[in-house]
């Protein structure tokens, strides 16, 4: 028996993908926040009630958390959507969770939750969106997608357009940052480059960062959330505890309803452009200074290609490996060296150079191979 193949809706930007957040008639960016978990009925609405007289529109609380490992705090469960219930009939605050499958998303909608999301965890999965979408089938609700836990922009986009193939036109999505095995400051990683790129190939689908999961601590959520308002992001989701030192889960990236206050008041919204003719004449200039920077790295990028090549004849030569792990790894510090004194962050020259690296390693590969 052959099972029939889904029709996927090829998706095309329109102005209409972001009607929903226009409807807000917000004049500062989208804000959601409140506690990674629902704990109890009394946590919920003590912070919310604490949240609803602020820029905070929509009020999240995770109901069923979806854990790393066994054994961890799991969620309250369906009890929560009740608390939901009230936060909304208390404060007026739109309400929002997380569904991670089919059962969650009916018991959601039945509870009338105003926006859905769906984490990390639930998108590397097309099987588990494609169930989720079914399930959301001519929704009106607004469904916000996560970015898959790994750095896949195809995936992420694979999995919203399960969603719009399945009549759901109210999306939106939400960067979390990436997993990595590499030591980093961050929780995860925020390859902001796969947000951008993102925004490149669907510029109306409102995109909002969530810098508590991206941050894993406090002191790095405000500077995360002014990069994201940098990059023309269009709201924040920020976890939000009354004590968070004492929250049954993630405790360290959470920030009272205080801090998040002066968090909201000392960000600054800056405009995308502007017509001034001094700014437009000065940013040309040093446009044109970057695009000449730009062909001189080129030109050295493709010089270096060619030494490598070379490199290569004298291995074949020989019948020496191409890689050289104790060369590489003196390169690689030398370089995070070299790039700390003129101002690069450790983090960029190892990734600029694993990609040079690799690059190198394909060059001299061919000229074995050839």
């Known amino acids: 028996m052959v099972l029939p193949i889904k029709q996927i809706i090829k998706m095309e930007n329109n102005k209409e993908m972001r009607t929903w957040l226009d409807d807000f008639g917000l004049d500062h960016p989208l804000v959601i926040a409140g506690p990674c978990s629902a704990e109890t009925e009394e946590q919920v609405l003590k912070i919310a009630h604490e949240l609803k007289d602020t820029d905070v529109t929509v009020y999240r609380a995770g109901i069923w958390k979806p854990r790393t490992r066994p054994g961890m705090f799991e969620g309250v469960g369906a009890i929560g ?60 609700k607004i469904i916000l997608l996560k970015n898959p836990v790994n750095p896949d922009l195809s995936l992420w986009m694979g999995g919203l357009e399960r969603l719009y193939s399945a009549d759901i036109k109210n999306l939106g999505v939400i960067h979390r940052g990436f997993s990595t095995y590499d030591k980093s400051k961050y929780r995860n990683n925020p390859e902001w480059q796969i947000a951008v790129e993102f ?52 405790a360290k990236q959470q920030v009272t309803p205080s801090s998040l206050k002066t968090i909201m008041k000392d960000l600054k919204i800056r405009q995308k452009t502007t017509n001034k003719g001094s700014y437009q004449a000065e940013l040309e200039n040093y446009r044109e200074q970057i695009d000449l920077a730009d062909q001189a790295l080129l030109d050295s990028l493709a010089k270096r290609m060619k030494i490598a090549e070379s490199i290569g004849k004298i291995k074949k030569e020989n019948n020496v490996a191409v890689l050289q792990n104790k060369r590489w790894n003196e390169i690689l510090q030398s370089m995070k060296a070299e790039g700390e004194q003129r101002g690069l962050s450790e983090d960029f020259i190892t990734r600029l150079f694993k990609s040079i690296h690799q690059e190198s390693i394909n060059h001299q590969q061919k000229v074995i191979n050839g």
């Open 81 to 140: 959507l009740d608390w939901l219930k009230k936060v909304k009939l208390e404060t007026g605050l739109l309400t929002t969770t997380e569904v991670a499958n089919k059962d969650h998303v009916k018991l959601a909608l039945d509870a009338d939750v105003d926006i859905l999301w769906i984490g990390a965890r639930t998108t590397v999965s097309p099987f588990i969106i494609q169930e989720i979408a079914d399930a959301l089938n001519g929704t009106d």
């Open 199 to 250: 925004q490149n190939k669907f510029p109306d689908i409102p995109l909002i960062c969530d810098p508590s999961h991206i941050a894993g601590r406090r002191d790095l959520i405000f500077d995360l959330s002014q990069r994201a308002l940098d990059l023309n992001f269009d709201g924040l989701m920020i976890e939000s505890h009354w004590d968070p030192d004492n929250a049954w889960s993630d």
